[in-house]
C-alpha cells in the first residue's frame, strides 16, 4: 500500500520554483516533474531528483548521499545501510 503526501510545487514560465512534499522542501534537488491524473484514479506526482554524486574510486563505487537526500528516502521508507567501522 502506498502512503499518500501532499506536495506543493510553485513554479515560473522560466523553469525556476519551488517543491514540496510533506514537510520537506526539495527545491535543490529537483530538475523536473510530471503529473498524471486520470477519472477515478489516484493522481500521480513524478518527480525528477538529482540524489546521488558517484564516482569511482580504485575498483569500487562510491556513493554519497546528502543529508537532505537521507532525510527524504528515510521519510519515503528508505533505511541506510550499516557502515563497517574503518580499519
Do not use: C
Not at 20 to 26: Q, Y
Not at 45 to 56: E, I, P, R, Y
Amino acid at each position: 500500500m502506498s502512503t499518500v503526501y501532499r506536495a506543493d510545487i510553485d513554479v515560473s514560465a522560466v523553469g525556476t520554483g519551488h517543491v514540496k512534499v510533506g514537510d520537506m522542501d526539495l527545491s535543490t534537488l529537483a530538475r523536473g516533474f510530471a503529473l498524471q491524473a486520470g477519472v477515478g484514479e489516484v493522481t500521480r506526482l513524478s518527480l525528477d531528483l538529482n540524489l546521488f554524486h558517484g564516482a569511482v574510486i580504485a575498483a569500487g563505487a562510491v556513493v554519497e548521499v546528502g543529508a537532505e537526500t537521507a532525510a527524504l528516502l528515510v521519510e519515503l521508507g528508505w533505511t541506510p545501510p550499516v557502515l563497517a567501522a574503518p580499519g
